[in-house]
């Protein structure tokens, strides 16, 4: 069992930057890829970013592709997104999960665990 719990998100302009981050209960997090999801009110839960076990691959929508960073820290249970050069389209709540096994389209992985999620809201 893995409890994740996220934070970070807020209210930012257009532009500007905001840190999340997914904190991980259990001994087992380092054996999870870890991803990113969102959902804006109205449309469908969507990917954003992905990262395996050991933080060797990455993989993004195309929607963030050299705007967001995943990266996590193992020694701390946590995985974080890194965004910048914020859009009002990126306004919604947004979603780490676990997963465990790998497929080969997005995203990537199939997820165990879901955290409750955090609202990011950027205005224009």
């Known amino acids: 069992q893995v409890q994740l719990v996220e934070s970070g998100g807020g209210l930012v302009q257009a532009g500007g930057s905001l840190r999340l981050s997914c904190a991980a209960s259990g001994r087992t997090f380092s054996s999870y890829a870890m991803g990113w999801f969102r959902q804006a009110p109205g449309k469908e839960r969507e990917f954003v970013a992905a990262i395996s076990w050991s933080g060797g691959r990455r993989y993004y929508a195309d929607s963030v592709k050299d705007r967001f960073t995943i990266s996590r820290d193992n020694a701390k249970n946590t995985v974080y997104l890194q965004m910048n050069s914020l859009k009002p389209e990126d306004t919604a709540v947004y979603y780490c999960?676990?997963?465990?096994?790998?497929?080969?389209?997005?995203?990537?992985?199939?997820?165990?665990?879901w955290g409750q999620g955090t609202q990011v809201t950027v205005s224009s």
């Open positions: 999960a676990a997963g465990s096994r790998a497929t080969m389209n997005p995203p990537f992985y199939e997820y165990d665990y």
